[in-house]
């Protein structure tokens, strides 16, 4: 039997705009041009380049087919609510505004068949309270490999329908919300950093890290990571450990480590965009979604220093390496970490099936995000900074320098944990770049730049 298919883009031509539209009345949806035929590539079974870095599958068809097998597993064994989801319901229910929104985003969905059911036949989530119990089976489990690219986003995948409704956007932009998914994404990563998350790192020929089907996509594994193939999970303690991972010595040579005019690459990623001239406040929510540094850089004094000047962003892969190493020799002026949004896609963008990734410029300035500000050794590129942005429930921020620090080009600066998401390098307009981004132009369909390569030429 045949099922309608329809894209989160085509989507977004039958949804009403709700209450979370009304409080951002700028913001528009975009139904035209590349995204009506993306629509429409989806609609016809065609797969489509929407699912950067391997986070999320390809196609619409396959993430509703995970979706349809987490459902029935649920269903059948809804389990007892995790207290963290417990408190979660309660501030849903208890907060009057919370409340309607996490109603309306459902309620907004279309009742159309194509919306209110999977291509399976099965019910889409419906409410909040199934969405509870869908996340709640997730934050016991560890993500299994697979071919088909599911291996990063499954609470993205839960609310892939309603986190793009006008409620789902003012729902996911909500403080309260936010700093509860904080402590939701925490406890999943207390268990991805426990022993029982090593159950996805065996040689299954599917499903484990190690298997067959795994070896295809990482052939050389064990020669470029740190790793004992003999030791059970190849020596990794945990799942975390294993995301974590770290290159053998020589995988990823610094890019002329005593020329200090040569920027290398700061993480394993896929150029994004290049932007130069950039404003101190801008418009980031609308479809070009321009840098505003001082939302980017969350109001720090040091941001009018960058006003004018260049950035540089690029995306991370789910099977890559996930540290960040800095891009010049210089010492640490400071840090930040900052708390931001988790769900919250640019609704100028229309419906992005794979959820923030086409709002990477959006995410920028709301999501949560870590700062490292670095005087770098050669005086011609100064002030500058890295910026680790989070996105979904690739989030959490670990920075291992501090203030006062001398780093080497090359040399670590901190990681995400369960996987990378997207970066930025930003410097002041007085520095004049040669970009090499390896015969690529920026975009979603860009490939991975090794990291520690050269990126950038500072020019006299």
């Given at each position: 039997?045949?099922?309608?298919?329809?894209?989160?883009?085509?989507?977004?031509?039958?949804?009403?705009?709700?209450?979370?539209?009304?409080?951002?009345?700028?913001?528009v949806f975009a139904a035209a041009g590349k995204?009506?035929?993306?629509?429409?590539?989806?609609?016809?079974?065609?797969?489509?380049?929407?699912?950067?870095?391997?986070?999320?599958?390809?196609?619409?068809?396959?993430?509703?087919?995970?979706?349809?097998?987490?459902?029935?597993?649920?269903?059948?064994?809804?389990?007892?609510?995790?207290?963290?989801?417990v408190e979660f319901k309660a501030l849903i229910?208890?907060?009057?505004?919370?409340?309607?929104?996490?109603?309306?985003?459902?309620?907004?969905?279309?009742?159309?068949?194509?919306?209110?059911?999977?291509?399976?036949?099965?019910?889409?989530?419906?409410?909040?309270?199934?969405?509870?119990?869908?996340?709640?089976?997730?934050?016991?489990?560890?993500?299994?490999?697979?071919?088909?690219?599911?291996?990063?986003?499954?609470?993205?995948?839960?609310?892939?329908?309603?986190?793009?409704?006008?409620?789902?956007?003012?729902?996911?932009?909500?403080?309260?919300?936010?700093?509860?998914?904080?402590?939701?994404?925490?406890?999943?990563?207390?268990?991805?950093?426990?022993?029982?998350?090593?159950?996805?790192?065996?040689?299954?020929?599917?499903?484990?890290?190690?298997?067959?089907?795994?070896?295809?996509?990482?052939?050389?594994?064990?020669?470029?990571?740190?790793?004992?193939?003999?030791?059970?999970?190849?020596?990794?303690?945990?799942?975390?450990?294993?995301?974590?991972?770290?290159?053998?010595?020589?995988?990823?040579?610094?890019?002329?480590?005593?020329?200090?005019?040569?920027?290398?690459?700061?993480?394993?990623?896929?150029?994004?965009?290049?932007?130069?001239?950039?404003?101190?406040?801008?418009?980031?929510?609308?479809?070009?979604?321009?840098?505003?540094?001082?939302?980017?850089?969350?109001?720090?004094?040091?941001?009018?220093?960058?006003?004018?000047?260049?950035?540089?962003?690029?995306?991370?892969?789910?099977?890559?390496?996930?540290?960040?190493?800095?891009?010049?020799?210089?010492?640490?002026?400071?840090?930040?970490?900052?708390?931001?949004?988790?769900?919250?896609?640019?609704?100028?963008?229309?419906?992005?099936?794979?959820?923030?990734?086409?709002?990477?410029?959006?995410?920028?300035?709301?999501?949560?995000?870590?700062?490292?500000?670095?005087?770098?050794?050669?005086?011609?590129?100064?002030?500058?900074?890295?910026?680790?942005?989070?996105?979904?429930?690739?989030?959490?921020?670990?920075?291992?320098?501090?203030?006062?620090?001398?780093?080497?080009?090359?040399?670590?600066?901190?990681?995400?944990?369960?996987?990378?998401?997207?970066?930025?390098?930003?410097?002041?307009?007085?520095?004049?770049?040669?970009?090499?981004?390896?015969?690529?132009?920026?975009?979603?369909?860009?490939?991975?730049?090794?990291?520690?390569?050269?990126?950038?030429?500072?020019?006299?």
């Open positions: 039997m045949a099922y309608e298919t329809t894209s989160r883009r085509e989507f977004l031509k039958f949804a009403a705009l709700g209450f979370g539209a009304s409080l951002f009345p700028g913001l995204d009506v035929a993306a629509g429409q590539a989806a609609a016809s079974g065609q797969a489509v380049p929407y699912r950067v870095g391997q986070w999320l599958p390809s196609d619409q068809a396959t993430l509703n087919k995970w979706m349809a097998a987490h459902i029935r597993e649920v269903d059948a064994n809804p389990g007892v609510l995790h207290p963290v989801l229910e208890n907060d009057p505004v919370v409340f309607m929104l996490f109603h309306q985003m459902f309620e907004e969905l279309p009742k159309r068949r194509r919306f209110s059911k999977t291509p399976a036949g099965t019910p889409q989530v419906r409410d909040y309270k199934h969405m509870l119990l869908l996340i709640n089976a997730v934050l016991t489990k560890a993500p299994e490999y697979n071919t088909t690219g599911l291996v990063g986003f499954p609470i993205n995948a839960i609310l892939d329908w309603p986190m793009g409704t006008g409620s789902g956007f003012a729902a996911f932009t909500n403080d309260k919300v936010n700093a509860q998914l904080k402590k939701v994404l925490n406890e999943w990563g207390r268990f991805l950093t426990s022993k029982q998350s090593c159950h996805v790192l065996t040689d299954d020929p599917h499903k484990g890290w190690f298997g067959r089907d795994a070896k295809k996509a990482m052939p050389n594994f064990a020669s470029e990571f740190q790793c004992d193939p003999g030791k059970p999970h190849y020596g990794f303690t945990s799942w975390d450990d294993f995301f974590t991972r770290r290159f053998r010595e020589g995988q990823r040579p610094v890019a002329s480590p005593n020329d200090d005019s040569v920027i290398a690459n700061a993480c394993e990623s896929a150029p994004y965009r290049i932007a130069k001239g950039v404003k101190r406040q801008d418009r980031f929510w609308i479809k070009s979604q321009p840098y505003s540094l001082t939302h980017m850089l969350a109001g720090d004094e040091l941001a009018d220093r960058f006003v004018g000047g260049t950035i540089y962003q690029a995306f991370l892969s789910a099977l890559s390496y996930h540290r960040w190493h800095s891009p010049v020799s210089g010492t640490i002026v400071k840090t930040i970490l900052k708390d931001g949004s988790y769900y919250a896609e640019a609704l100028a963008m229309g419906f992005d099936p794979a959820g923030p990734n086409e709002s990477q410029g959006f995410i920028t300035d709301v999501a949560a995000r870590g700062m490292i500000f670095i005087e770098a050794d050669n005086p011609a590129i100064g002030l500058m900074c890295f910026m680790a942005v989070g996105m979904a429930e690739v989030s959490t921020c670990e920075i291992t320098v501090k203030a006062g620090q001398h780093v080497k080009k090359g040399e670590q600066l901190g990681m995400f944990h369960f996987g990378g998401s997207t970066h930025c390098l930003i410097f002041r307009p007085q520095v004049k770049l040669e970009f090499d981004l390896h015969g690529q132009k920026p975009g979603l369909e860009s490939s991975n730049i090794k990291i520690n390569s050269r990126i950038a030429t500072v020019l006299p």
